[in-house]
């Protein structure tokens, strides 16, 4: 084959790659969150130009962030979930563009930890990212939802001990999500960070457990992570290391990855 056409054809995969939306963007770092850094500069439309399926927190800790079908909720703790408004802003959101690769259909009560088994069981790698849809009925959900913080910010394991505890039960709905390598620990919530919103759109909030009567779960493979770093604000002078990375995002995000 000539060159020409290895060069075209390198082009058109990679610009296919990218049409398939291999990607997942994220703003910031879950380090900064738990280092309270709650106030970013990236907006909503920044976030959606990026992905149609993601989940977040907004400026000032207010409220959890479910981006679904390409539209940004945000859930607060008062248990409403509202659209997010364009110029709303992000300290940190990761979003992609989801597109199924393989889906497992649950027909009988399932808890949390037997379906991400059996998501583990079928993915191609536990060092590949993957985004998580899983839509259906829930017997029962536990979320958590964090509260507007005031300055100076306390740290996200503080911030996390006045949250506001829902659970759902009997409710249809969507749990958006990822799936991350335990590698990007701190850069992102290794293991299964999840994200619910009702059928309705009218409640939600960040998953601490569930019992999935039946539904469908959708998995999206990514393999580039497009990381966006603030360039202003409180996240420059954070300290952003620490050998306590793992225990203090388990105890803020709950319970682990499993
Ligand atoms: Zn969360």
Redesign the pocket.
């Known amino acids: 084959m000539s060159n020409a056409y290895e060069q075209f054809r390198h082009w058109a995969t990679t610009l296919l790659r990218y049409r398939h939306d291999d990607e997942v963007y994220q703003f910031s770092t879950i380090s900064a969150l738990l280092e309270g850094v709650y106030d970013g500069n990236a907006t909503v439309a920044d976030i959606l130009r990026h992905g149609d399926f993601g989940?977040g927190?907004f400026n000032h800790l207010d409220g959890?962030m479910v981006i679904l079908d390409g539209v940004c909720y945000r859930l607060r703790a008062d248990g409403t979930a509202t659209r997010a408004a364009p110029t709303d802003r992000t300290p940190f959101a990761a979003v992609t563009r989801f597109h199924s690769d393989f889906e497992i259909a649950v027909e009988t009560r399932t808890h949390r930890a037997e379906v991400a088994a059996a998501i583990d069981r079928q993915i191609q790698s536990a060092n590949l990212i993957y985004a998580i849809r899983i839509t259906g009925h829930f017997a029962e959900l536990h979320t958590r939802t964090v509260m507007e913080q005031k300055q100076p910010y306390p740290p996200l394991t503080q911030a996390t001990e006045e949250q506001a505890e829902t659970v759902f039960t009997d409710a249809s709905g969507t749990v958006v999500g990822f799936r991350t390598p335990d590698f990007e620990q701190g850069i992102s919530?290794a293991g299964y960070?999840l994200?619910f919103l009702n059928s309705d759109r009218t409640g939600g909030g960040?998953i601490l457990d569930f019992t999935l009567e039946r539904g469908t779960v959708a998995v999206s493979g990514a393999s580039q992570l497009h990381l966006s770093l603030p360039t202003s604000g409180a996240f420059l002078g954070a300290q952003l290391a620490g050998d306590d990375v793992a225990e203090r995002i388990g105890k803020a995000?709950g319970p682990k990855g499993d």
């Open positions: 989940l927190t959890e919530v960070h994200h960040h995000e």
